[in-house]
């Protein structure tokens, strides 16, 4: 089957999810496992940081933070600098979040450390580094 599929099938659930579908949540975590199963890593960094995202917003911070951490160990060893940006800045707005801190300056000074990253990933930094500080 290789990965196209299971992306396809992870893809369709975070879209449905995202759209307020949360019955769909269940055809996410299988599909997540999928990519795991085929390990589709730069995929699985991908679908993992955007669905942490999503339960950010709706604030359910510690499924986030779990998928968003695997994501940053994905996206390291796999030495792909704007996902590990993308990651880090969720994890940071996480911490924000939970007015923790300590965990902010950790993800603030990982994130300071990190060049190279997409242009569009910096807006997201930037956003969440601002935002950061203005709350510390």
């Known amino acids: 089957e290789g990965s196209e599929a299971p992306v396809a099938r992870a893809l369709l659930a975070l879209c449905n999810y995202r759209a307020g579908r949360d019955e769909s949540l269940a055809a996410l975590e299988d599909a997540i496992r999928k990519l795991r199963e085929v390990d589709a890593k730069q995929r699985l960094v991908f679908v993992l940081t955007h669905l942490a995202?999503?339960?950010?917003?709706?604030?359910?911070?510690?499924?986030?933070?779990?998928?968003?951490?695997?994501?940053?160990?994905?996206?390291?060893?796999?030495?792909?600098?704007?996902?590990?940006?993308?990651?880090?800045?969720?994890?940071?707005?996480?911490?924000?979040?939970?007015?923790?801190?300590t965990e902010a300056g950790r993800q603030r000074e990982a994130l300071s450390q990190l060049h190279g990253y997409a242009h569009h990933v910096q807006a997201v930094v930037a956003r969440e580094l601002e935002q950061s500080e203005v709350q510390s």
């Open 53 to 101: 995202m999503i339960e950010v917003e709706r604030a359910e911070l510690d499924r986030a933070a779990a998928r968003a951490e695997e994501a940053v160990q994905l996206a390291e060893a796999l030495e792909q600098t704007s996902d590990v940006a993308l990651a880090r800045a969720t994890l940071l707005r996480i911490a924000r979040a939970r007015d923790d801190e």
